[in-house]
């Protein structure tokens, strides 16, 4: 087991620990991160067949522990939190229960935000298998399902007891779903470190992808710093800060939403969006023409599409847009580039340039 990187998610309450590196889950570490509670795990069908005998020997649990939930978005519905809710009340838990998500953002989103509302509240812990999940989802407490109407428009912040995140699980990841979490990477870079994007650029990016070991374990750690740092500025999103995390979201999130949650990844949609948000930025001035072309190109890089789903039209994304969380007063806010690693949340833009933006991908 290689050694294991820590970092502490500083919270006015309820901070804690990530624990990131290969083998993260053997031995004591999960265990202490438990203290001895009664648990019970959520996971996928996908990871229950690679890694659940793993954990249940790990922990010392049974499969009777332990509910299988068919893989994919479509599961992040109020239909399946019900059936979760269900189980876990056969499962006699107490208040003093933890329920551990064992899965990706799909899984993670939909456990905390049952263990959210379970008796007014249980304690839960992230165990990302994802990329996605280990550098975006599984830290920062926004939990949630999908409603026919738009991404994650029912849910509610309940943060973690402890992410761990075993970068052993990413081996045996398909090559779409580590694209797909490399868009939520390249995302850190574009909205909060210049530099770091720049190393994606001149290589990190393939490192990354081809799972290199130090590449996987220092890309996860400064992802879930940066986003450690927003969330603690900003834990229930109501100054701003926290809301620049969803650069590329509004867009993306539309074509989640136009295609039934159930052709694109959430990661797919998001390398979209980000490629979307930088054309838009540049429109408006507050980028170069170069740099919007090195944003699409690091996410075509990724392996990502850069394409909308075929048949979606610019007033399919302006009608899906207007639901999004982010409006406010009426306004449609994006999260925009006033230059690469410096975000803004704004609704103060030439619309004419959102037209052409969508005109432009839509072609």
């Not at 069908?45 to 049974?62: D, F, I, K, R, Y």
């Not at 939990?143 to 007891?161: E, S």
Request: aromatic share 6%; proline share 2%; charged share 20%.
């Amino acid at each position: 087991m290689s050694k294991i990187r820590r970092l502490n998610v500083a919270l006015a309450q309820h901070g804690y620990a990530i624990h990131i590196g290969s083998g993260a889950l053997a031995g004591s570490l999960a265990k202490d991160a438990l203290q001895g509670r009664k648990l019970c795990v959520l996971t996928d069908s996908h990871v229950a067949a690679l890694h659940l005998p793993a954990l249940l020997s790990g922990l010392g649990l049974t499969q009777e522990q332990v509910l299988v939930l068919d893989a994919g978005e479509a599961s992040k519905s109020w239909m399946t939190a019900e059936r979760v809710l269900d189980w876990m009340l056969a499962q006699k838990l107490a208040r003093d229960a933890v329920l551990i998500a064992f899965g990706g953002g799909v899984i993670g989103d939909l456990a905390g935000f049952c263990a959210a509302i379970y008796q007014r509240g249980i304690a839960f812990v992230q165990v990302p298998t994802t990329l996605l999940a280990m550098v975006d989802s599984s830290v920062g407490g926004k939990t949630g399902v999908n409603h026919a109407r738009g991404k994650n428009l029912i849910g509610a912040f309940h943060q973690p007891r402890a992410v761990i995140a075993d970068l052993d699980l990413l081996k045996t990841l398909p090559r779409r779903e580590l694209s797909a979490g490399a868009a939520e990477v390249i995302k850190y870079g574009m909205l909060g470190d210049a530099a770091f994007f720049r190393e994606l650029e001149t290589g990190a990016i393939d490192r990354l992808m081809a799972l290199d070991a130090e590449t996987s374990a220092t890309v996860v750690e400064r992802c879930c710093a940066l986003k450690a740092k927003f969330v603690a500025e900003d834990e229930f999103e109501t100054n701003g800060q926290r809301a620049l995390l969803n650069l590329g979201h509004t867009f993306g999130h539309a074509v989640e939403t136009y295609t039934g949650y159930t052709q694109w990844l959430h990661g797919e949609a998001v390398g979209l969006g980000l490629a979307m948000a930088a054309d838009l930025s540049a429109r408006l001035g507050w980028i170069s023409a170069g740099d919007s072309a090195r944003c699409t190109a690091l996410v075509a890089r990724a392996g990502l599409l850069i394409k909308p789903p075929a048949g979606m039209k610019p007033e399919n994304f302006r009608c899906l847009m207007a639901g999004d969380k982010k409006v406010a007063a009426g306004q449609l806010r994006f999260v925009l580039l006033r230059q690469l690693g410096d975000a803004v949340l704004t609704a103060d833009f030439d619309d004419r340039k959102l037209s052409e933006t969508l005109a432009h991908f839509c072609a």
